[in-house]
């Protein structure tokens, strides 16, 4: 079991911000990676993230800022490293290192999504491309929207990880009065799970901005939690309890809060907006959109029998007629 030690958090955006604050709760300092230099600049300077979550409040002093031309430098300064991005630009942040300059780090997998063209989970595209051993492999997921837990809202994680030792040191550092923080052996299960509750979410929104009614979300969200446990038991079969907060509080939580991006995405789309207008409008990446290309070319192997992702990747990707594809939606659900 290798200690956390000085933790590096890479990526600026809402999520990561979050993370910083329930992380700064439970040590002294830590390493923060921003894209842009002037947002790392500004937020030295104030205080604040200028960009998401403005109103969070951070002492500067504890916080050792890198950015544009310094990724080398950060993970050097780091002994765990917290993955905050958004997948589109995951493999772009991690294709700047050496593999040399990896080793021996420990990796916390926070991103909801899965590496796109490669069709692989952050932490396989990990042990496959630079050699990370499974046991300094962890993820942390749950139902906590950035949102709520810089204010202080109570909130429920979940660290998964091949190594138990090494997934409660992990939960150690994300879990203190308001954050209760519970570990996983489901590596694998918990980040599919992450990727399909934004898909969901995206039909949810698709039906919200359609003004079905509440009767109609209530059926979709039974039926896309049988759907993703029928999916993640044929890639990963364990014992697992899909009603636990990291799965099933997961995805009520992204389908029917205001803050979720995904269902607002597909808001937008249900009001009749194309895809590409959607998309100018939203302020921050919604997972959802890739992880509906890469889930269905993964299926293609497991073949299993998914409507509502089908849908949802048709009216992505197909330019279906949303009408007419979550009506045929709809006849499917039990």
Known sequence: MQPV???????????A?????IVLTNVERISWYFRRGDQARA???????????????????RIDFFSEGQISNFVKSCDTIILVT?????????KKLRKSTLKGKLFVN????????????????????????????????GPSHAEEVVRYRRSYLTVAGYDSEQAEEVAKVMRNDVVNCVTSADVEGVQYASVLKNIYAIAAGICHGMQYGDNFQSVLISNAITEMNTFVNAVHLID???TNSVYLG???????SQHSRNRTFGTLIGKGYSVKSAQQDMEMVAEGYFGAKCIREINQKYQVNMPIMEAVYNILYEGANVQNAIL?????FK
Request: hydrophobic share 40%; net charge positive.
């Open 43 to 61: 937020f030295e300077a104030s205080g604040r993230n200028p960009t998401y979550l403005t109103a969070a409040l951070f002492d500067p002093k």
């Open 17 to 21: 911000t979050a993370i910083a604050k």
């Open 328 to 332: 045929q939606l709809a006849k499917t």
């Open 86 to 94: 958004p997948s589109p630009y995951f493999k772009g942040y991690i």
């Open 110 to 141: 926070a991103i909801k999504g899965i590496v796109p063209d490669e069709n692989l989970l952050i932490t396989d595209y990990l042990a496959k491309e630079y050699n990370v051993p499974k046991n300094l492999l962890t993820v942390v997921s």
């Open 5 to 15: 030690g000085r933790i590096g958090i890479l990526g600026g955006g809402s999520w």
């Open 240 to 242: 697992r309890n899909i």
């Open 250 to 256: 997961d995805l009520l939580v992204t389908t029917y």
